[in-house]
């Protein structure tokens, strides 16, 4: 019942024409977002080469109060432009390869309590303080220096920049802080940041940009952690040890492992639109990602092909069955632990979390196994082995 449910909500979805699989997804900008296009001219108060161009530039509103200009040449040197609405502290701009912070570059501009405008270079090593090293980075600034300047309420950084490989869409992060950086240049933590897709290929103004802040990425956490690292786990644990209260054991397993194969299935989901926004370099995440799924489908598949109980077959379908189970349950609970390791979040809370449901999961298998041995729960039959099935008991879907 529950595999032949969930195969018809897979099949039904992987059928459709889903839009946020779309690549070019144009997100909502207000009307007081669009106007700080047009509050400033920046020839007024930019210097040369940035006053030539500046007018010039298609202007692109990205995320909260930023905004974005920019120009590129034949030799892929790009002079780009980024404004926000500034009190204190800092302001950024990165360049990541996969959309994420660590192993990125970044230009962060502010204004100092003197007056003093400062522009450095940043190379984001991790997630802490002392890892986001100023005067160093990858991006191969040009001769002409950065500037930062402060015009009424808005900041801008412009900077000239060459990429050796002619990119059309990058990852760009935003980041802002209130509180200045160290006197040596060292930066305060962020207040807030996010990461859009910049199609810069497009030249009129009109362009793909989608955002993929921290929202996306705790809902695919969620779900993961929620059918992978939970739900699918509680379904298997109560059909192996509580055998001994049938059928009560299978009802809960069904109820439970139809519900955590939503969920996993939302979690896959929403990776899709996720990887299809960033195109992060996650090659493992993804690939266990894929196998999972390829491994759900096989278990669904299972369903019909699934022996009456007194055939010679039926053991073989259970050691199949049992098998595949576990093995996705393992590489499952692989994949939450690659995905939170990947989203360096710089926040303890999802590796706490998620550790707390892996101990309590782990400890729970340990002493329900060894009431089981015992013959206290479980099969009738005390003297079977771990993980050794019964030709004879009912077997899960």
Same mark, same amino acid.
Request: glycine residues 8%; charged residues 15%.
């Given at each position: 019942?529950?595999?032949?449910?969930?195969?018809?909500?897979?099949?039904?979805?992987?059928?459709?024409?889903?839009?946020?699989?779309?690549?070019?997804?144009?997100?909502?900008?207000?009307?007081?977002?669009?106007?700080?296009?047009?509050?400033?001219?920046?020839?007024?108060?930019?210097?040369?080469?940035?006053?030539?161009?500046?007018?010039?530039?298609?202007?692109?509103?990205?995320?909260?109060?930023?905004?974005?200009?920019?120009?590129?040449?034949?030799?892929?040197?790009?002079?780009?432009?980024?404004?926000?609405?500034?009190?204190?502290?800092?302001?950024?701009?990165?360049?990541?390869?996969?959309?994420?912070?660590?192993?990125?570059?970044?230009?962060?501009?502010?204004?100092?309590?003197?007056?003093?405008?400062?522009?450095?270079?940043?190379?984001?090593?991790?997630?802490?303080?002392?890892?986001?090293?100023?005067?160093?980075?990858?991006?191969?600034?040009?001769?002409?220096?950065?500037?930062?300047?402060?015009?009424?309420?808005?900041?801008?950084?412009?900077?000239?920049?060459?990429?050796?490989?002619?990119?059309?869409?990058?990852?760009?992060?935003?980041?802002?802080?209130?509180?200045y950086p160290s006197k040596l240049g060292r930066l305060t933590k962020h207040d807030d940041k996010t990461t859009v897709i910049v199609d810069f290929s497009k030249a009129n103004g009109v362009r793909s940009i989608q955002k993929t802040g921290s929202t996306e990425?705790?809902?695919?956490?969620?779900?993961?952690?929620?059918?992978?690292?939970?739900?699918?786990?509680?379904?298997?644990?109560?059909?192996?040890?509580?055998?001994?209260?049938?059928?009560?054991?299978?009802?809960? &397993?069904?109820? +439970?492992?139809?519900?955590?194969?939503? !969920? *996993?299935?939302?979690?896959?989901? =929403? @990776? /899709? $639109?996720?990887? %299809?926004?960033?195109?992060?370099?996650?090659?493992?995440?993804?690939?266990?990602?894929?196998?999972?799924?390829?491994?759900?489908?096989?278990?669904?598949?299972?369903?019909?092909?699934?022996?009456?109980?007194?055939?010679?077959?039926?053991?073989?379908?259970?050691?199949? &069955?049992?098998? +595949?189970?576990?093995?996705?349950?393992? !590489? *499952?609970?692989?994949?939450?632990? =690659? @995905? /939170? $390791?990947?989203? %360096?979040?710089?926040?303890?809370?999802?590796?706490?979390?998620?550790?707390?449901?892996?101990?309590?999961?782990?400890?729970?298998?340990?002493?329900?196994?060894?009431?089981?041995?015992?013959?206290?729960?479980?099969?009738?039959?005390?003297?079977?082995?771990?993980?050794?099935?019964?030709?004879?008991?009912?077997?899960?879907?």
């Open positions: 019942m529950k595999t032949f449910v969930g195969f018809y909500v897979l099949c039904f979805l992987l059928g459709q024409d889903l839009p946020f699989l779309l690549a070019d997804d144009v997100n909502f900008i207000n009307d007081s977002t669009q106007n700080l296009c047009f509050a400033n001219r920046l020839s007024d108060f930019l210097p040369p080469p940035y006053s030539n161009i500046s007018d010039s530039m298609p202007c692109t509103p990205l995320w909260n109060t930023f905004v974005l200009r920019y120009s590129e040449n034949r030799d892929n040197v790009m002079t780009i432009i980024v404004s926000a609405l500034y009190t204190t502290g800092w302001v950024g701009v990165g360049f990541s390869k996969d959309g994420r912070m660590v192993g990125s570059s970044a230009m962060v501009g502010w204004i100092t309590k003197k007056g003093h405008a400062k522009i450095k270079q940043y190379y984001l090593q991790g997630t802490e303080r002392d890892q986001v090293v100023p005067d160093q980075g990858e991006l191969q600034l040009q001769k002409v220096p950065p500037v930062v300047a402060l015009h009424g309420a808005m900041i801008y950084l412009a900077f000239q920049v060459k990429f050796t490989v002619k990119v059309p869409r990058r990852a760009v992060i935003l980041a802002f802080s209130t509180a990425k705790t809902k695919h956490g969620v779900m993961a952690i929620l059918g992978w690292g939970f739900l699918l786990p509680l379904g298997a644990i109560l059909a192996r040890y509580l055998r001994h209260k049938d059928p009560l054991w299978y009802y809960l &397993h069904i109820g +439970i492992q139809f519900t955590g194969f939503i !969920f *996993g299935l939302a979690a896959v989901i =929403l @990776g /899709i $639109r996720l990887y %299809n926004r960033i195109q992060p370099d996650i090659p493992a995440h993804r690939g266990i990602g894929i196998f999972l799924l390829i491994l759900s489908i096989l278990q669904v598949l299972a369903f019909f092909a699934r022996p009456h109980k007194e055939t010679k077959m039926r053991r073989y379908w259970n050691w199949y &069955h049992h098998w +595949i189970g576990r093995i996705s349950l393992f !590489f *499952g609970a692989v994949n939450i632990v =690659l @995905g /939170i $390791r990947m989203a %360096n979040s710089g926040e303890d809370g999802w590796k706490i979390g998620y550790g707390f449901v892996l101990a309590v999961t782990l400890l729970a298998f340990l002493v329900l196994e060894i009431f089981r041995i015992r013959g206290s729960i479980g099969s009738p039959s005390s003297h079977t082995p771990p993980f050794e099935t019964h030709s004879s008991s009912t077997s899960s879907v």
